[in-house]
């Protein structure tokens, strides 16, 4: 994935405070968030990279996991996102909570990173599967990975709200969407390579769908 344009920045950094709110306070989103983080498995005192934090709904469950003896690093590349991830961490007053702008695609460390968690963050990639390798180099073998998205569902009593949720994803992208440009395809296609690169590079990968069939969660033990 190349680096974000500095109009995709301006976007989540305008849009920081409204990201947050439906980040947390969508109904059901905090359960599928907390069923993410356990099929991570992350253990007390392991040092846990979330790549594209964003706001940081995700870091107190991931500090619940790994503890005051562990630390949690979140990486984004916006700006406006990360004020609000920091002011999350002030509040709560966590000493090994730390968030970093950088490349969702790049750790920001050279070792002894033990976990990479990443949620709604793999369909921006141009190459996901290529992403899952390199975070799975990057924390070798044992390292654990995590991922939670969404695409559209499959389940038949829900595929009425796939309309929904298209015109979600429309709206919520940074960049005008033609829909001549298959956006939900590419969407599905990317979430589902990622999904599969993990489970190839896991040998006990687990993966699970939730809100009837629109989140992917998988969550492994590199090889």
């Known amino acids: 994935m190349s680096e974000p344009t500095g109009s995709t920045q301006q976007f989540y950094t305008r849009w920081a405070r409204l990201y947050d709110l439906v980040a947390v306070h969508t109904p059901g989103i ?28 995700n870091l107190p469950l991931l500090y619940e996991a790994v503890g005051p003896e ?12 990360l004020g609000v991830a920091r002011n999350r961490i002030d509040r709560h007053g966590w000493q090994n909570v730390h968030v970093v702008r950088g490349d969702a695609t790049r750790l920001p460390l050279d070792s002894g990173v033990d976990c990479v968690f990443a949620s709604l963050v793999v369909g921006m990639f141009d190459d996901p599967a290529g992403v899952i390798d390199g975070w799975a180099d990057m924390v070798g073998s044992g390292g654990r990975l995590g991922l939670l998205d969404l695409a559209r569902s499959s389940q038949q009593q829900a595929r009425q709200l796939n309309g929904l ?3 979600f994803v429309t709206n919520a992208n940074p960049k005008p969407v033609k829909l001549s440009d298959d956006p939900m395809g590419r969407l599905d296609r990317r979430v589902a390579a990622a999904h599969r690169r993990l489970g190839e590079r896991c040998s006990d990968a687990v993966h699970d769908t939730r809100a009837q069939g629109f989140a992917r969660l998988s969550g492994g033990t590199v090889d």
């Open 30 to 57: 905090r359960t599928v968030r907390r069923a993410a983080v356990d099929r991570l498995a992350a253990q007390p005192g392991d040092t846990v990279v979330e790549m594209g934090c964003g706001s940081g709904a």
């Open 165 to 167: 949720f298209r015109l």
């Open 70 to 81: 562990g630390q949690v690093i979140g990486v984004d590349m916006s700006p406006g996102v």
